[in-house]
């Protein structure tokens, strides 16, 4: 896959689009960055227009998501027009509406799998963060339907404090039910720049017993390595990561940003042709020409090479170019390591111009 | 033939798979009879840079035909025969004999249908993927 994106990255190709169909939802998950009023969404021949443009700029991964995407009536009309434009498909969905008849229209879409949110194992957990009841018996129920056509599921596990001591009950339930499973322990601020969900969030001492647990990531030592003393020229030339260089987010209302995570606007498709937005949008030119060198806090920080700093939280922080404060976080919870951000913010912002933090 | 260089890999990385190139014919038979191939509506597929790119839905395993190959997969529409196919778009384009072109294409056939990214049928197949 590395291959890949290289060759898209090479050849300035968005390889992967995330697509969110509608920002309605059937939960209302305490910690959802959406606002879930439908303000315009487009309508179905708009997003296939839409896709036979992202074909012929030669997008080959496809994310449906949301909101909930079984709010839309024109759901299945869309994925099997995305199937027949040979998208590697990806749909992003609770799973609470899917029965028999929709487990089995699925089946035919040969998608390349199917990802469910799920909070926790225990009904009074779950269903508190999504504030729907019985939302985990019937996601449950949608994933075992899934699974017994044999559609690759894979459930994501968003850690707040409200569901800390459940990752292992997740883990276990979709070992039982035949689904891979991903833990994020990441909470965004709402898409509006409401940072409040965030206090959600789990803390330091919890982040690091996460990334100390070798069932959810493996190789402890090598996950908890100290960053290296050397920080070559390769490192620094190296982009951010993949938003707005093979990858960018389309919203239900054709907004294009460089990523769901990142909402710095470059253009609207349906006022522009998405490859004129994908390639000559001053703000995705931007993005694209930001090197790890060019980020005047990182490039000093001894993490700069395995920090898994996310560009878009560092745009609602202020700056595309400033250090993302939950990555720092994570950074300093792997490694015990103080990172350059961290660093700045003790100091009050006054070493912002100082070369060779680290 | 050269038959394609790495084994199906669920590691997520890129199988090349190529036609043309030197090689016998498994069975040492003559070429087949009329064969018509038709592109898996299973798989997930887009040309990048000249290479046709395919991602098996049976255990996402990534292909990467070269360019012969690619106009052969892109080719097969199902209506259309293997030795139509090779015509058209390998001997007119590509300067190559047409019994030397027909062989290599049959066996590359072979070998993408045996993973799952292409069928093959004695009869024209009815319902190809777009």
Redesign the interface.
């Known amino acids: 896959m590395d291959e890949l994106s290289s060759r898209a990255l090479a050849l300035g190709v968005p390889l992967s689009v995330h697509l969110d169909l509608t920002y309605r939802c059937n939960e209302r998950c305490v910690h959802c960055y959406l606002d879930h009023e439908d303000h315009g969404e487009m309508n179905t021949a708009e997003i296939k227009g839409l896709m036979d443009q992202l074909m012929d700029a030669g997008v080959f991964f496809l994310v449906f998501s949301g909101g909930e995407i079984f709010m839309r009536r024109d759901l299945y009309e869309l994925i099997e027009y995305a199937r027949s434009h040979m998208f590697c498909l990806k749909l992003k969905t609770n799973a609470f509406m899917i029965g028999e008849k929709e487990a089995d229209l699925l089946a035919g879409m040969h998608l390349d799998g199917v990802q469910v949110s799920i909070y926790s194992h225990r009904p009074e957990v779950h269903d508190a963060i999504t504030m729907l009841p019985h939302s985990l018996e019937r996601s449950v129920a949608g994933i075992r339907r899934l699974r017994e056509r044999g559609i690759r599921v894979i459930i994501a596990n968003v850690l707040m404090m409200q569901n800390l001591a459940d990752y292992a009950g997740v883990k276990a339930l979709a070992v039982e039910l035949g689904a891979e499973y991903t833990i994020d322990p990441t909470i965004t601020p709402m898409i509006s720049g409401d940072r409040s969900p965030m206090e959600l969030g789990i803390g330091r001492e919890e982040l690091q017993s996460v990334f100390r647990n070798p069932e959810l990531v493996g190789n402890v030592g090598e996950f908890c390595a100290p960053p290296p003393a050397y920080i070559g020229d390769d490192v620094l030339d190296e982009v951010p990561c993949s938003a707005g260089h093979t990858a960018c987010y389309v919203s239900p209302y054709g907004d294009v940003y460089p990523c769901v995570q990142f909402p710095l606007p470059t253009g609207n498709v349906r006022k522009e042709k998405f490859l004129d937005i994908w390639r000559g949008s001053a703000a995705m030119n931007e993005v694209r020409s930001i090197r790890a060198r060019d980020l005047p806090v990182c490039s000093t920080c001894s993490h700069v090479g395995t920090c898994t700093r996310c560009p878009g939280l560092a745009f609602m922080e202020g700056n595309m170019r400033g250090p993302s404060s939950a990555d720092c976080e994570k950074s300093f919870a792997r490694t015990g390591v103080t990172t350059a951000g961290q660093k700045l913010r003790q100091s009050g912002g006054r070493l912002v111009q100082i070369a060779g933090i680290g | 033939m050269q038959a394609a260089q790495d084994a199906p890999r669920k590691d997520?990385?890129?199988a090349h798979t190529h036609a043309g190139g030197r090689g016998r014919r498994e069975d040492g038979g003559e070429g087949m009879g009329a064969i018509y191939v038709a592109r898996s509506?299973?798989?997930?597929?887009?040309?990048?840079?000249g290479e046709m790119?395919i991602?098996s839905?049976r255990d996402?395993t990534?292909f990467s035909l070269n360019e012969t190959a690619s106009a052969i997969w892109q080719a097969a529409d199902g209506r259309t025969p293997l030795s139509e196919i090779v015509e058209r778009v390998l001997c007119a384009g590509y300067e190559v004999a047409p019994q030397e072109a027909l062989q290599h294409a049959e066996e590359l056939v072979r070998e993408l249908a045996g993973r799952g990214i292409l069928r093959i049928s004695g009869e024209p197949i009815a319902e190809p993927?777009?």
């Open positions: 997520g990385r890129i509506s299973e798989v997930a597929a887009r040309m990048l840079g790119m991602m839905a996402s990534l993927a777009p």
